[in-house]
């Protein structure tokens, strides 16, 4: 009885191994480096028409504006680079940025990180997934929770703009956050072909 557990114990290490070497493969520094200065524009692009819209015309203007605006701005962003870039949560507004599975886990390996004390400045992480004849490099990094941020993702939303919320996102998660607190992570994507 013993030894066959240890066969099929053994068996199990061999099969998982290929995919554990996979798993911890990394992203040459360079793309780490392209990834970051893409994550950085877009970041910056996002936030400054957040800020101007939220200064200018209010947040429920504002909430208009991210409703049109985050996907062009991701697209213009992914259209200037070899990658794609966009933003999931593991609570989400808008349904089109739901975490696949792989996001998923490594939101959940933020949160972890994050509870053993690391900070979100550096915090960061990149994998190469191989597919077939395909190679995808995958990076993400967490979107802290700012004071910004709360009038639309906090714990009190005014009534006019949880009703703005509502109305354009019946199914929304992102409410609830504090300053501090993983909102959610920029999210990157580059497909290659491999020789
Ligand atoms: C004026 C209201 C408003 C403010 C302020 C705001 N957001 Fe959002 N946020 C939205 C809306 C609306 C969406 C959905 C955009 C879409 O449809 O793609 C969104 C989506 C997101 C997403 C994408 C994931 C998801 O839930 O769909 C992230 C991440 C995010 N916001 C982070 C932030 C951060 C960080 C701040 C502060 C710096 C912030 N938001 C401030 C309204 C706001």
Redesign the pocket.
């Known amino acids: 009885m013993k030894s066959i557990t240890t066969k099929l114990l053994f068996a199990g290490t061999l099969i998982s191994l290929p995919f554990l070497a996979a798993a911890i493969e990394t992203l040459p520094n360079q793309e780490i480096q392209q990834a970051r200065s893409l994550v950085k524009s877009f970041g910056s692009d996002l936030?400054q028409v957040?800020k101007t819209?939220?200064q200018t015309e209010g947040?429920l203007k504002?909430?208009e504006?991210?409703?049109l605006q985050?996907?062009p701005i991701a697209d213009k962003n992914s259209s200037v680079s070899p990658w794609n870039i966009g933003?999931?949560?593991l609570?989400?507004?808008?349904e089109?940025?739901i975490a696949d599975e792989w996001e998923t886990s490594v939101l959940q390996q933020f949160e972890k990180r994050k509870k053993a004390g690391e900070d979100l400045k550096n915090m960061e992480y990149s994998e190469i997934i191989k597919s077939g004849d395909k190679s995808v490099y995958r990076y993400m990094k967490p979107?802290?929770?700012?004071g910004?941020?709360?009038?639309?993702?906090g714990t009190k939303l005014s009534n006019d703009?949880h009703d703005k919320?509502k109305a354009?996102?019946p199914e929304d998660?992102?409410i609830g956050f504090n300053v501090g607190d993983i909102?959610?992570?920029f999210t990157l994507i580059k497909t290659l072909n491999v020789e």
Do not use: F
């Not at 609570?91 to 808008?94: G, Q």
């Not at 979107?143 to 700012?146: F, H, K, L, R």
């Not at 910004?148 to 993702?153: D, N, S």
């Open positions: 936030k957040l819209a939220m947040p504002a909430l504006v991210c409703n985050a996907k933003r999931t949560s609570r989400v507004r808008n089109n940025n979107i802290p929770t700012a910004l941020c709360l009038t639309c993702h703009v919320v354009l996102y998660k992102a909102r959610g992570a």
